[in-house]
């Protein structure tokens, strides 16, 4: 197993890692942003008004993209463990 190899794999399991929490972030920072949009039009500046809508986000943005993000993580265990005789050598 050479450098290359190493670099490979590492790669790939970053760029699984943005695939994977790419989708929870983004709904995350939607929303908080339009939270902060209406504390600021408002004045309202409670720290706890954004907590409930963001996890409410996450958990329908979990629901949506959910099987997605299995099927993805899946396909990629499947390719590192069946490739495990190739890195081995």
Do not use: N
């Not at 929490?21 to 408002?42: D, K, M, S, Y």
């Not at 309202?44 to 299995?70: C, D, H, R, Y």
């Amino acid at each position: 197993m050479g450098p290359e190899t190493v670099l490979d794999v590492g790669r790939d399991a970053l760029w699984m890692t943005v695939l994977l929490a790419g989708p929870l972030l983004g709904a995350a920072l939607a929303v908080g942003l339009l939270i902060g949009i209406f504390q600021a039009a408002t004045q309202i500046q409670e720290m706890t008004l954004s907590f409930i809508p963001k996890l409410l986000a996450l958990v329908v943005a979990l629901f949506i993209a959910g099987p997605w993000m299995i099927q993805v993580l899946v396909t990629f265990s499947k390719r590192l463990i069946t490739g495990i005789p190739g890195l081995i050598g």
